[in-house]
Nanobody, 125 residues
């Protein structure tokens, strides 16, 4: 079975950086899109970023464009999210997700079957 395990969360001051990792196992991922969502208490889950495994094409939500960078390591079956210039509003549980999207919008809508359990990111002011 496909398993996704996140790591790298923690507490950081505003303006600081963190790098999240999503280690994937249980399948080949050549057809997959892998990425990140986040959810703060009392708020809806929101899309953050994704990367298409086959060619490395990336996508970002507007609030993180220019600050976050998603990348992949094919040898390690791992996707990273480098988060720079962090803001208090970035505080959330960040979850890795993966699947084969049915169209260009499916991943952004969360319509994929595989999810990690999440890692907490807290940004203090």
């Amino acid at each position: 079975q496909v398993q996704l395990v996140e790591s790298g969360g923690g507490l950081v001051q505003a303006g600081g950086s963190l790098r999240l990792s999503c280690a994937a196992s249980g399948s080949t991922f050549s057809r997959f899109t892998v990425g990140w969502f986040r959810q703060a208490p009392g708020k809806e889950r929101e899309f953050v970023s994704d990367i298409r495994w086959s060619d490395g094409i990336t996508d970002y939500s507007t609030p993180v464009k220019g600050r976050f960078t998603i990348s992949r390591d094919n040898a390690k079956n791992t996707v990273y999210l480098q988060m720079n210039s962090l803001k208090p509003e970035d505080t959330a549980v960040y979850s890795c997700a993966a699947g084969i999207p049915s169209d260009d919008y499916a991943f952004r809508r969360g319509l994929v079957p595989y999810w990690g359990r999440g890692t907490q990111v807290t940004v203090s002011s």
